[in-house]
C-alpha cells in the first residue's frame, strides 16, 4: 500500500489549512484514500496532486462546482479552462467600464454625473444590445430588410473598447 499521509502531513506538504482540505473533501473533491481505525483521513500522494489541481483551479477562481465536474470525468480541461477564458475577459471588460465610469465621476463629481455614474454602472453589454436592438428596430420600421439594413446595424452598433473614455461612455 502506497504511504498514506494524515490530514495534518497532507496541510504541510501543500500549505493549505487543515480546514480548508477538510472542506473539499466534505464537498467531494478530495475524498480520503482511506482511514484510520479511529476514523481519522489519510490521503496518499495521489490525493496530494489532485489537491494541487484543486488549489490551482480555485486560485484561478474556478467555482467549486466546475472543479468537482473535472475531477468526476465530466469536463475537460482543455474545455474548462476555455470557458473560464471567456468568463474572465466578460470579467476584466466589466472591471475596464466599471474603472472608466469612476474615472469620469471622479473628473466632475456633480450631481449631474453622480446620476450618470449610477445609471451606466448597472448598464451590463446585454441591457446596452437590448437598447440598441430597439433604437435599431425604430429607425429601419418599415424599411424593406435588405443586407444594407443590416450592414448599416452593425456599423452603427459600436463596442465599447476595453478602456472606454468618459465621452465613450456618455455616448
Known sequence: MPEAFSIGRLAALTGLPVR???FYSDAGLLPPSGRTEAGHRRYTATDVARLQLVRTLRDLD???ETVGQLLAGRRELGE???AHVTALEARDQALHRQLAVVR???ASPTAATLRRVHALSRLEAAE???LLDRFWDRVTDGLPGSDAVDRLRAVGTPEL???PTPEQLDA
Do not use: E, F, M, N
Open 161 to 163: 473598447p476595453p478602456d
Open 104 to 106: 469620469a465621476a471622479a
Open 62 to 64: 474556478v467555482p467549486l
Open 80 to 82: 474548462l479552462l476555455a
Open 20 to 22: 480548508t482540505i477538510r
Open 128 to 130: 446596452r444590445g437590448r
